[in-house]
Nanobody, 126 residues
Framework: QVQLVEFGGGLVLAGGSLRLSCSNS????????VGWFRQAPGKEREFVAA????????FYGNSVKGRFTISRDDAKKTVYLQMNSLKPEDTAIYYC???????????????????WGQGTQVTVSS
């Protein structure tokens, strides 16, 4: 069973950094691809970053490339999203997601994931 909980959201000034964590209180992540998505008020949920089961391949949304980094520690059953050079437009609720049946094509899609956390709010002020 996969039960995801995000930590680390908060209020930060533009240009600052935050690191989000996603812990799985159920089984290990080692058999899952993992991803981060975000949803701003009035907008659809948007892909942010993803990492394959092996950890060797990562994907990033165009708006966060070069600023955000996804990583994982399977021993700690935790996935991280390091967010640097934050902008006001990064303000959203951030969700982590996991699934054991992902393909390269589905890793960037909301519909590719069966397991989701409850989300953590990130607010970037200008």
């Amino acid at each position: 069973q996969v039960q995801l909980v995000e930590f680390g959201g908060g209020l930060v000034l533009a240009g600052g950094s935050l690191r989000l964590s996603c812990s799985n209180s159920g089984r290990t992540f080692s058999s899952d691809g993992v991803g981060w998505f975000r949803q701003a008020p009035g907008k659809e949920r948007e892909f942010v970053a993803a990492m394959t089961l092996s950890g060797r391949t990562t994907f990033y949304g165009n708006s966060v490339k070069g600023r955000f980094t996804i990583s994982r520690d399977d021993a700690k059953k935790t996935v991280y999203l390091q967010m640097n050079s934050l902008k006001p437009e990064d303000t959203a609720i951030y969700y982590c997601a996991a699934d054991s049946d992902l393909t390269y094509g589905s890793m960037t899609s909301v519909g590719g994931y069966n397991y989701w956390g409850q989300g953590t709010q990130v607010t970037v002020s200008s």
